[in-house]
């Protein structure tokens, strides 16, 4: 009949416990709380949820209601080098999905996923606003323009390389 | 107030302002389908999402077709619930519903009371047309409750009474689109969860998504074990709603039937858990007795006011949600446990039966009852105090298997010793009850005098939270009473803030107490039928020759030759219990 233990590092549960206390605690505030969480984080572990809902005084489920709802938020931790393609309207009539679909094939990822050794992750999203560059193409914050399926390898490569000479 | 004026049908009808459509046409007698609606009148319960839009009507000047159950009327409108463009509506709509719901009818748990298959058969549906993608989840199981995913429609009834109702958010809307679903915290087991396993999760579900744990296998197993002595024990709520199992009008008190039909599916004895709620009486009304005393004597040590125990969704709501408090309830086991503590020690002995050739099972209102009985504590030696729990639906289905016609049945008596019981005990099973049975005793023997009168009338009623002084000789005791864990809530957060008066106060978890307990007969939104079965807890209390626990007779004989005195030494060891802090626990761990 013991309950059940949530572990975290110290440093995380202070942060979120800041965070909380920014908003005041105030349930309203609970995606403002999830993004700067996954500000700090990168993603949106299920311990953070747990604290986040304890300190705001939710319950756990609907934290997780929310998250999951958002597909801003993840709770998968992003690749060192996170690849965003945009699959705004603009992009899409230019062939955003072809080249979604080579770095799925290149990097052997789903939309959603992140590679085994944490390299590289792979998400689509909606208009950048850049769409006088399309297909356009994210990485971390650079951004990549009038993309062709056969620039995939190459973008990818970049940084594989820089990623080796670290 | 102001009255609207409206037409339905080609009927007027005034309704006051603020009146929905669907009740506007309810009160003509034009009853629009609906199936993610659901209302509990007077029970603070309402779900009206507008979500699943089975109750579309139309409006005259309106582009679009109206959800009934949101709109509210207005002066003048004129509202067709039975056009063929609603009717055309209506069944595309429950046709795309039914396109990702098994079609798997014939077995499954919610199959004759379930409200999908009832609009299936309402809309004459022959066919589904829409053919795709169907979902697949995993079924999970519970010590009490399954959950099906696959058959959730979304109504969120369910949500809505486990967060709103019950404040003990287990469940929630998660994800999107055609991957949305009502789930855990990271569809983690129930039991990961805050779950109280109270079971008005599955009381309100339209559909088999949420059902009970079915032990009526297990049960019928151990009948026909000729090794086996089983025993069957049957909470006061259910004799006021098997009834209705068998078309019998809500609020038939069908004991004597009951206890005719156990016999027939072959228990060996048939005894009362009201028998053990006298027994409960004693001990928590001896309790609550010492407890008062020390305080009026200037104890600052003791703790008030003192809790109910009895209902084991609101034993696991404490231990989840204000540990800090365990100290406060009556330790005093429920009268399920406490019957299964004797059944298999002081009876077991009476008989000369081992043990553990002896099967206690439990018919209750209740789904956490299941939980209950599997409680580590209540486990000796492997061997549960309580083997089985089955719900009255259960019951319900075990009867009709075995071919008995209930309502022509001759009526019985329990089997004694442990059948006999009390007009207290009886009340158990509604909200107010536990208290009103305790104060019985407890105040004649404070006073040492005979009551002047038996029904505390204060302490009666549905509201959510109640509070009556009750005379003790010039003392004033204060009672608190609360059903619906929201409302046990308010009074915990009043305690914690030291706040609250109450020198006791009962909890029951489910709106109305026992007799709306998760296991019971499904309302599907009628109140009434909860209120016929309060008054039959009532009546059936009236016609009781004997209405005060410490008047048992039967329980008086266990006190002499086996028990001793109330809160004893061995009363201690075989009725009390204690509470576990159940609370999630952050920890640090390293970086």
């Not at chain 2, 066919?127 to 999970?140: A, K, V």
């Not at chain 2, 069908?254 to 409960?280: I, N």
Request: charge should be negative; proline fraction near 4%.
């Amino acid at each position: 009949m013991s309950s059940i233990k949530i572990q975290i590092s110290q440093n995380t549960r202070s942060k979120i416990e800041e965070i909380c206390k920014s908003y005041n605690y105030e349930q309203g505030e609970l995606i403002n709380v999830l993004h700067k969480t996954q500000e700090y984080l990168g993603y949106l572990p299920a311990e953070a949820q747990e604290v986040i809902a304890k300190e705001m005084n939710i319950p756990t489920a609907k934290v997780y209601g929310v998250v999951s709802f958002y597909s801003f938020f993840t709770m998968v931790p992003k690749g060192r080098f996170p690849i965003s393609i945009c699959m705004g309207t603009a992009c899409y009539v230019r062939g955003a999905e072809k080249i979604l679909d080579e770095f799925k094939k290149q990097l052997g990822l789903s939309v959603g996923e992140t590679a085994p050794d944490g390299l590289f992750s792979l998400a689509s999203l909606r208009c950048v606003g850049a769409c006088g560059l399309a297909p356009v193409v994210l990485v971390g914050e650079k951004v990549y323009g009038r993309l062709a399926t056969d620039d995939v390898k190459g973008i990818i490569d970049e940084y594989k390389n820089s990623a080796d000479v670290i | 107030m102001d009255q609207v004026k409206l037409t339905i049908d080609k009927r007027e009808v005034v309704v006051p302002k603020g009146t929905t459509i669907l009740k506007a046409a309810a009160t003509i007698g034009i009853h629009i389908p609906t199936l993610c609606y659901f209302e509990l009148k007077g029970m603070n319960i309402t779900n009206k999402p507008g979500g699943c839009r089975i109750c579309v009507v139309e409006v005259e000047g309106r582009r679009n077709l109206a959800p009934a159950c949101v709109t509210e009327v207005m002066e003048g409108m004129v509202v067709k619930t039975n056009s063929v463009r609603v009717y055309n509506a209506r069944r595309t709509v429950l046709e795309l519903i039914l396109s990702d719901h098994p079609a798997d009818c014939l077995v499954c748990a919610k199959s004759g009371d379930c409200e999908l298959q009832d609009l299936a058969i309402r809309f004459g549906v022959r066919e589904i047309p829409f053919q795709g993608e169907m979902s697949t989840y995993q079924l999970e199981t519970s010590p009490s409750i399954i959950r099906d995913n696959n058959k959730c429609i979304m109504c969120r009834r369910c949500e809505l009474v486990c967060n709103e109702f019950q404040t003990v958010g287990a469940l929630s809307a998660v994800d999107r689109g055609f991957q949305a679903v009502v789930t855990t915290a990271f569809n983690q087991k129930m039991s990961h969860s805050p779950c109280t396993f109270c079971g008005q999760c599955v009381a309100v579900c339209p559909v088999g998504a949420l059902t009970e744990v079915d032990n009526t296998p297990r049960v019928m197993r151990a009948i026909a074990n000729d090794k086996k002595t089983v025993v069957v024990q049957v909470a006061p709520a259910v004799r006021v709603a098997l009834g209705e199992e068998f078309g019998m009008k809500p609020g038939s008190i069908v004991t004597g039937k009951l206890t005719t039909a156990l016999r027939e599916l072959g228990f060996d004895y048939v005894f009362d858990t009201d028998w053990s709620a006298d027994l409960t009486i004693m001990e928590e009304g001896t309790e609550l007795i010492d407890r008062l005393t020390r305080h009026l004597n200037g104890d600052k040590t003791v703790k008030l006011p003192l809790l109910t125990s009895c209902c084991p969704a609101w034993v696991n709501f404490f231990e989840h949600n204000f540990p800090d408090l365990k100290d406060i309830p009556s330790s005093a086991k429920s009268p399920q446990q406490m019957f299964g503590a004797i059944a298999k020690t002081y009876f077991a002995d009476k008989i000369g039966v081992k043990r553990e050739d002896l099967i206690v099972v439990s018919v209750m209102p209740c789904l956490a009852k299941k939980y209950e009985c599997a409680r580590e504590e209540f486990i000796i030696d492997g061997n549960p105090d309580v083997d089985f729990s089955i719900t009255t639906r259960e019951l319900a289905h075990m009867i009709k298997q075995a071919n008995l016609d209930f309502e022509t049945l001759e009526e019985t008596d329990f089997d004694s010793p442990l059948g006999e019981s009390t007009g207290a005990a009886v009340i158990f099973g509604t909200t107010g009850g536990v208290i009103e049975a305790a104060c019985r005793t407890a105040v004649e023997v404070i006073t040492k005098k005979p009551l002047d009168r038996i029904d505390f009338e204060e302490l009666r009623g549905l509201e959510g939270i109640r509070a009556a002084t009750i005379d003790v000789d010039g003392f004033p005791l204060k009672i608190g009473i609360a059903h619906g864990l929201s409302n046990a809530r308010k009074l915990l957060e009043q305690i914690q803030r030291g706040e609250s008066d109450f020198h006791a106060i009962e909890v029951m978890a489910c709106p109305g107490g026992c007799i709306n307990g998760g296991g019971q007969p499904l309302n599907h939104g009628d109140a009434e039928i909860i209120k016929a079965r309060w008054a039959a807890l009532y009546e059936a209390d009236r016609n009781f020759p004997v209405r005060k626990s410490h008047e048992n007779q039967s329980v008086m004989t266990l006190y002499k030759e086996f028990l001793g005195e109330p809160c004893g030494h061995k009363s201690h060891e075989l009725l009390h219990t204690h509470y576990f802090d159940k609370q999630k626990v952050i920890e640090i761990k390293a970086d």
